[in-house]
């Protein structure tokens, strides 16, 4: 009301304020919200960069961030009112447009976060459906407590931002988005995306790990098991974790040691990412950035692969065709060195889809631009390439046969997507051959494959109706026997 008044509302915008509590849609956070938490994995919010939160609620966010090291400053017309409203490297509007009844109101909200940042607005929006069944409002639903909910789709939401702003939207998360003002933050952005993955360890990284005593030993050990070791098989694994980062990391440096790529694969490999970049690029609708605005290592990359950055665009655009024709994907499905293939799908475990071959990378990227990301264990591309769906497991690594928990299918041609939940089903669909999804370097592929080779002589998994939960245990029960942990034992014969 308050806020009303200050800003001199008229008074049926007055009425509907005294209707709405929008004050009440602030919780109380006790760790980063979802968007600022994927601004700082993309490295947009850092120690250098300024933030400012736009609408930043009981103000978690920004104390955090401070907490941190990074500057960061936040207003809002309920909660923090008397703080200015200042521009930042980074303006965070986190969940506020949404919460805002007035149509005119909510524009003027989104435009003037965006004129306060001066390198990129990081925008969200609620996208669940839990209101689908409460009171009608405005253009969006009234909850139980009085506050006013506008739940977008995706596609309204980037829909939206596209209009308002004039600009293209890079989704990064189901209701999150960011959009750039500045062309060299948007072109690293990219970048970080295109070449993460094996490629992007560093030669200097590699080289240390190869003299380091630790690491040799850690990488024998890996050549003696033909697979990386255990913890229990190689005790100082965390202190190898401890200077050489994640376990991950690791295994993605041991690769390159133990596979020692030749000269020219090593190049085509880079080019193939670099056309790849060029590729996604194009697909957001964007110019590719001067080369000048590219991180300094591809710009030398790009120098030393063609004869100028032109061709090597023109070579992008190309490569950028080849995904609408379904011979070529469905050929690169069944051609790809991992992953699980079935008649329709090719499924790969989300630690080696970045091992996939570039096409195919740039398939899911393009499923990632409709609905930006979304947690889950496994990627399914189907093999005429037209649908990518992620797919997330209850428990993927602890649980013998996991249950599906939800599915988001994005139908690539008209940038659209379904999600299925199964939470709440009685009988979800299972998995079964886990160690089919994930690659031989998983650190438990053995444990997986022990367990597929032991169902497998007991005839448990050439049965048709093992897909569901109900249908395994039914066959389980048949045979008398339980899976416990990655083991089938027998189930004691019930007493006559
Ligand atoms: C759901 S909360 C989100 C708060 C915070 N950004 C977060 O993510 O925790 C929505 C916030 O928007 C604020 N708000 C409502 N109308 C606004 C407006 N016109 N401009 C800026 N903020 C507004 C509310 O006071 C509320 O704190």
Redesign the pocket.
């Known amino acids: 009301l308050l806020h009303c008044l200050l800003l001199d509302h008229p008074a049926e915008v007055f009425l509907k304020h005294a209707l709405v509590n929008?004050?009440r849609?602030?919780?109380v956070?006790y760790q980063h919200?979802r968007p600022i938490a994927v601004a700082i994995s993309h490295g947009l919010i850092n120690p250098q960069s300024t933030v400012f939160?736009?609408?930043?609620?009981h103000g978690?966010?920004v104390r955090l961030l401070m907490e941190s090291g990074v500057s960061a400053a936040g207003w809002?017309?309920?909660?923090n009112a008397s703080s200015s409203v200042r521009s930042a490297d980074v303006v965070?509007l986190?969940?506020?447009l949404n919460?805002?009844e007035d149509a005119e109101?909510r524009r003027n909200?989104l435009v003037a976060a965006y004129g306060l940042a001066s390198r990129v607005l990081v925008v969200s929006v609620r996208v669940d459906r839990s209101l689908d069944t409460a009171a009608e409002y405005a253009d969006g639903k009234l909850t139980r407590v009085g506050t006013f909910q506008k739940i977008y789709t995706q596609e309204e939401f980037c829909g939206y931002l596209r209009d308002v702003l004039g600009r293209t939207p890079h989704v990064v998360g189901l209701g999150i988005a960011y959009i750039f003002k500045e062309a060299q933050a948007e072109a690293q952005y990219l970048a970080t995306l295109s070449f993460r993955g094996p490629q992007s360890i560093r030669q200097e990284a590699v080289e240390q790990f190869a003299s380091d005593p630790l690491a040799q030993r850690y990488l024998a050990r890996t050549r003696e098991l033909a697979r990386p070791p255990l913890g229990v098989e190689f005790p100082e694994l965390p202190t190898l974790i401890e200077h050489f980062g994640s376990l991950d990391r690791i295994r993605r440096i041991s690769e390159k040691l133990l596979n020692p790529a030749t000269m020219h694969e090593a190049q085509e490999s880079k080019r193939q990412n670099i056309l790849t970049y060029l590729a996604m690029i194009k697909l957001q609708g964007l110019h590719p950035p001067p080369v000048s605005a590219l991180p300094k290592d591809i710009q030398a990359d790009i120098k030393s692969l063609w004869h100028s950055y032109a061709e090597a665009i023109a070579e992008g655009n190309g490569f950028l065709f080849r995904l609408g024709s379904p011979e070529t994907v469905s050929k690169e499905c069944r051609a790809a060195p991992i992953g699980k293939k079935l008649p329709e799908d090719l499924y790969v475990h989300c630690s080696i889809v970045d091992q996939l071959p570039p096409l195919l990378r740039l398939l899911t990227f393009a499923a990632r631009q409709v609905i930006g990301e979304v947690d889950h264990d496994l990627v399914k591309i189907s093999m005429h390439g037209r649908s990518v769906s992620f797919l997330k497991y209850r428990d993927f690594e602890e649980v013998a046969h996991p249950e599906l928990e939800y599915s988001v299918r994005v139908f690539l041609p008209k940038a659209s997507y379904t999600v299925r939940n199964y939470s709440n089903s009685d009988n979800p669909p299972i998995l079964h051959r886990k160690e089919s999804f994930v690659g031989f370097l998983h650190p438990r592929y053995s444990e997986f494959e022990a367990l597929t080779k032991r169902e497998d002589e007991l005839g448990l998994l050439s049965r048709t109706d093992i897909g569901t939960r109900k249908g395994w245990l039914t066959v389980l029960s048949e045979r008398n026997l339980r899976v416990e942990g990655h083991d089938v034992l027998a189930d004691e014969k019930p007493a006559r």
């Open positions: 929008r004050h849609t602030a919780i956070r919200s939160d736009y609408g930043c609620g978690e966010d809002d017309p309920y909660h965070n986190g969940y506020v919460v805002i109101e909200t």
